[in-house]
């Protein structure tokens, strides 16, 4: 069993940079596999950027790429994700998700999921 807790959200202007933090319970943070996912009004959850457990690998959805970066500290329990040059279109409700894994491997489905915080909102102003 595993708790999330989000924060690090906020209201950034167009071309700003926040930094999404997800705390997690439990001292088996390092068998996880970790993700970030986000929902904007009227549209369904997407998948963000994900990491396993070793944080030796990484995926991010095509429209992050080279924008966002997403990292994890074990000793810290805690994944972060660093969003730099923001866009109006990155405006939603953010998501952290995690799942004990046995291989260091990513997943960028919501399936692959079993354990969800409660989101934290970034708005990104024009």
Known sequence: QVQLVESGGGLVQA?????LSCAASG???????????RQA??????FVAAISWSGGNTYYVDSVKGRFTISRDNAKNT?????????PED??????AAHRSYSDTVSPYANGYGYW??????????
Do not use: D, H, I
């Open 15 to 19: 071309g700003g940079s926040l930094r």
């Open 27 to 37: 001292r088996t943070f390092s068998s996880y596999r970790m993700g970030w996912f």
């Open 41 to 46: 009004p009227g549209k369904e959850r997407e």
């Open 79 to 87: 994944v972060y994700l660093q969003m730099n040059s923001l866009k």
């Open 91 to 96: 405006t939603a409700v953010y998501y952290c």
């Open 117 to 126: 915080g409660q989101g934290t909102q970034v708005t990104v102003s024009s």
